[in-house]
């Protein structure tokens, strides 16, 4: 009988059917890439969205007389919701699939966006904010599900970093596009436009997903093969089928769950930090407007592209020579945290270019670490509550990003300073890798039985 690594029997193959299905099933080897062309669209529209405000910020406060404070507080409604949205949005594709899941938060999340574009005050920016946030949430958990479903494990890290690489082409392009529709027709049209990216994504979304074939046959080593090729396309823990109905609370008793709660809570607040307050740095320290600061915004994204989909193949890379799992993935980790250390100077260079390469090498390189952070959940959890999982650790980073918000909203409006923001991005990704390391020191996998699962 075959087993998984962990000991666990596969279930028996099933028959093959007659009929035409193994002609329907004949694309799917290929078709993994169009799935991570997919999810590469849904992630650049996702931060198109919420990267308009950011951009818009120095000609919001003018013309709405906002404080340092009130974005702060702007800011912290998107965090709280995305907190929630994050880990609801886990538990909701685990149990409605990828295909309506990942619709129902881009139709959620478009539908914000384009309401930024009446509100006028603090709070009704809070509150279309706090919208935006609580859909964009299922963003991640139903990318990485799918990733899970339809890439063997030695590709999954390659495939989170293209789509991942999304985030970065989203911020080359909103700067292009943005103050060029704001300055023609006003700041709300910036809105209007941007928020109606995702209706056209959902058009192809739903003409072109499919489940993977999950009722193919399985080899004899536990990988679900497609029988035109014999190509892999899922390998163990992702194959195993666990009840989806797993508590958070079980999930909560696994040292690999903590790892990736901890590499979140500790990264992702840097990554907001750089999405929400870099035009305003760039405004603030160095002087450049509306239209003068997307040439560094632009390169700073452009670079960190190249990280995302870097961190992702050098894993990929290293696996193919022969190393194990565990010391693939960190080790590029450790490459990347490495790269982040020079950001601690971004705040004292006085030219604003060296300023965009300092923050430029820390962007690529958060990219090419959660490129493996969140592959880190495919390598050690089963299938079925892989979104789960990144839902919990998207919403503790939420939950720190949140309050950091606040308070970077104070220390700016107080000291005007942001040394202390570069210094304490600089050290974040060792410190996260050393924990990391020490809760799941080999990679293992988790053991989760059905015992575990509850049914109401």
Wanted: net charge positive; with cysteine; glycine share 12%.
């Amino acid at each position: 009988m075959s087993t998984h690594g962990d000991g666990v029997p596969l279930p028996p193959p099933r028959p093959q059917s007659s009929g035409n299905e193994p002609e329907a099933r004949a694309p799917a080897n290929g078709f993994r890439w169009v799935v991570c062309a997919l999810l590469f669209a849904g992630t650049t529209i996702n931060y198109i969205d919420r990267q308009v405000i950011g951009l818009l910020k120095p000609t919001l406060m003018a013309d709405l007389g906002w404080s340092q404070i009130d974005y702060g507080d702007i800011v912290f409604a998107f965090q709280a919701a995305y907190a929630i949205g994050y880990g609801g949005g886990g538990w909701f594709m685990d149990r409605v699939g990828v295909k309506l899941g990942y619709a129902t938060a881009v139709f959620g999340w478009s539908i914000a966006a384009v309401l930024h574009g009446v509100v006028r005050t603090v709070s009704g920016f809070s509150l279309v904010r706090f919208g935006l946030g609580l859909a964009e949430g299922g963003n991640f958990p139903a990318a990485i599900k799918a990733v899970t479903e339809w890439f063997p494990a030695k590709e999954r890290a390659l495939a989170t970093g293209i789509f991942n690489a999304g985030s970065n082409v989203a911020v080359v392009i909103t700067p292009l596009i943005v103050p060029w529709i704001a300055n023609r027709w006003g700041w709300p049209a910036a809105f209007y436009a941007t928020g109606a990216l995702g209706f056209f994504w959902l058009l192809a979304w739903g003409a072109l997903y499919r489940r993977p074939p999950w009722n193919d046959s399985l080899s004899v080593d536990g990988d679900l093969r497609v029988p035109s090729t014999g190509s892999q396309i899922q390998s163990a823990p992702g194959r195993r089928r666990v009840s989806p109905r797993i508590s958070w609370l079980s999930l909560l008793r696994h040292r690999q769950t903590w790892a990736f709660i901890v590499g979140m809570a500790a990264t992702s607040p840097v990554w907001w930090f750089y999405l929400f307050w870099v035009p305003g740095f760039l405004h603030e320290k160095h002087g450049l407007s509306l239209t003068e600061f997307g040439p560094p915004l632009i390169a700073i994204y452009l670079v960190a592209d190249v990280g995302s989909v870097g961190g992702g193949w050098l894993s990929s890379w290293l696996l193919a020579r022969g190393w194990s799992v565990n010391a693939a993935r960190k080790t590029a980790m450790l490459a990347c945290a490495l790269c982040v250390v020079p950001v601690f100077a971004a705040s004292s260079v006085t030219n604003f270019w060296a300023a965009t390469a300092l923050i430029g090498l820390a962007a690529a390189a958060h990219q090419g670490f959660a490129a493996n952070l969140y592959t880190l959940v495919s390598d050690t959890a089963p299938g079925d509550v892989v979104s789960s999982i990144v839902g919990i650790g998207g919403m503790a980073s939420a939950i720190v990003a949140m309050f950091s918000a606040k308070l970077i909203g104070y220390l700016l409006e107080t000291t005007g300073s942001y040394v202390l923001l570069f210094a304490g991005a600089s050290v974040a990704y060792g410190a996260a890798l050393l924990v990391i390391h020490l809760l799941n020191p080999r990679l293992e996998p988790m053991q989760i039985s059905d015992q575990t699962s509850t049914r109401g």
